[in-house]
């Protein structure tokens, strides 16, 4: 596969890691915006898939049409690799003593918030 395309202007808004563009007055998904203007019109009930994986990418060869179902079908299984992790990203397991849900349904390894709380009321 060729190389992803990822503009530092654009940046991700939000954690979600979609690249923005706005054109003409409208924020658009900056994948959206590329497959439009250099592929064409998106059908009614399907959306863009980036066959990379990156969210910021916007290179055309990466983008596909893709039903709307079959893309939430996708998107569900990427929440379930989520919620199958084991381990924080600092390597903490996620039991039910060092885990908690924070009030978007994100699990959170206490040990890692502790030490971050920690480091912030030191710095401050």
């Given at each position: 596969?060729?190389?992803?395309?990822?503009?530092?202007?654009?940046?991700?808004?939000?954690?979600?890691?979609?690249?923005?563009?706005?054109?003409?007055?409208?924020?658009?998904?900056?994948?959206?915006?590329?497959?439009?203007?250099?592929?064409?019109?998106?059908?009614?009930?399907?959306?863009?898939?980036?066959?990379?994986?990156?969210?910021?990418?916007?290179?055309?060869?990466?983008?596909?049409?893709?039903?709307?179902?079959?893309h939430a079908?996708?998107?569900?299984?990427?929440?379930?690799?989520?919620?199958?992790?084991?381990?924080?990203?600092?390597?903490?397991?996620?039991?039910?003593?060092?885990?908690?849900?924070?009030?978007?349904?994100?699990?959170k390894c206490?040990?890692?918030?502790?030490?971050?709380?920690?480091?912030?009321?030191?710095?401050?």
């Amino acid at each position: 596969m060729s190389e992803c395309w990822i503009d530092p202007k654009l940046k991700p808004h939000n954690r979600s890691g979609y690249s923005y563009i706005t054109f003409e007055y409208h924020k658009y998904r900056g994948h959206v915006a590329s497959y439009r203007t250099l592929k064409g019109d998106i059908p009614e009930g399907f959306d863009v898939h980036h066959e990379c994986g990156n969210r910021a990418c916007y290179n055309p060869r990466h983008l596909s049409l893709v039903d709307h179902r079959e893309h939430a079908k996708e998107h569900d299984n990427v929440g379930r690799f989520q919620r199958e992790k084991t381990h924080c990203k600092r390597g903490h397991e996620f039991t039910p003593e060092t885990t908690y849900v924070d009030s978007r349904g994100y699990r959170k390894c206490k040990t890692c918030v502790q030490e971050y709380n920690r480091n912030y009321k030191r710095i401050k």
